[in-house]
């Protein structure tokens, strides 16, 4: 069955330090993997994917993730956080070969607060 | 239009009322979801519709709950007899089928949501 992991309900991070936000997954076929994140009172947006090709994947706001196959991990990170990438994100994946289901399946999501 | 449409955007209604939300996608995107999302808490994933294919329900906690979508267009979500606990966030998603290299394939977009509270 599939399923994704998001182990940390809160991560804390001073501004200007790195910040990693962890994912790990399960699936019986190839990942899709998705990060998005959804800020204070607004719907969800998307910040990047993993299909197929590097295994380093750049996305949207300086975000950045790393698909590691060994470890079913998909880490967001980002070098230098901002007060303004506070906010609650959210790690998907489904089977890409999954034939007609194609269902997204949903981490539990992870705060990340960012201390000025 | 140019992003995932919903409506109302904020509904109040008394308990054991039916209440419609409405979800308009993105033009030609062929998957759509609905989820419910609660007070700080993650997504609840409510219902699945790809193409043509039978709808996932899987996710809808009771048969208060419906959905249907005409086509690759309008879908609406039904509750029927609200409750309190029905109180929550209504989020639809749509996306088009992923095509490895291109962007905007795969990845959903939402929209702003539809706020319910049951009184």
């Known amino acids: 069955a599939q399923s994704v992991a998001q182990p940390e309900d809160q991560v804390n991070v001073a501004e200007g330090n790195p910040l990693t936000v962890k994912c790990t997954y399960s699936v019986s076929g190839n990942p899709y993997l998705f990060w998005y994140v959804q800020y204070p009172n607004r719907g969800l947006q998307f910040l990047l994917k993993y299909i197929t090709g590097d295994n380093l994947v750049k996305g949207s706001y300086g975000f950045e993730a790393e698909f590691n196959k060994s470890q079913t991990s998909f880490h967001l990170k980002k070098p230098s956080a901002l007060v303004s990438d506070s906010a609650l994100y959210f790690c998907?994946?489904?089977?890409?070969?999954?034939?007609?289901?194609?269902?997204?399946?949903w981490g539990l999501g992870t705060s990340l607060a960012v201390n000025p | 239009g140019a992003g995932v449409s919903q409506s109302p955007s904020n509904k109040v209604t008394e308990k054991g009322k039916d209440v419609e939300l409405r979800c308009d996608p993105i033009?030609?995107?062929?998957?759509l979801y609905w989820y419910r999302q609660r007070l700080g808490q993650g997504l609840e994933f409510l219902i699945y519709?790809?193409?043509?294919?039978?709808?996932?329900k899987s996710g809808l906690p009771s048969d208060r709950f419906s959905a249907e979508r005409t086509g690759e267009s309008v879908s609406t979500l039904t509750i029927q007899r609200t409750q309190q606990e029905d109180s929550a966030v209504y989020l639809c998603a749509s996306s088009l089928e992923v095509v490895p290299g291109l962007a905007n394939t795969g990845e959903l977009f939402f929209g702003e949501g539809s706020r319910l509270t049951v009184l």
């Open positions: 998907a994946v489904r089977d890409g070969y999954a034939g007609n289901n194609r269902k997204l399946i």
């Open positions: 519709f790809q193409g043509n294919s039978a709808p996932d």
């Open positions: 033009s030609g995107h062929t998957a």
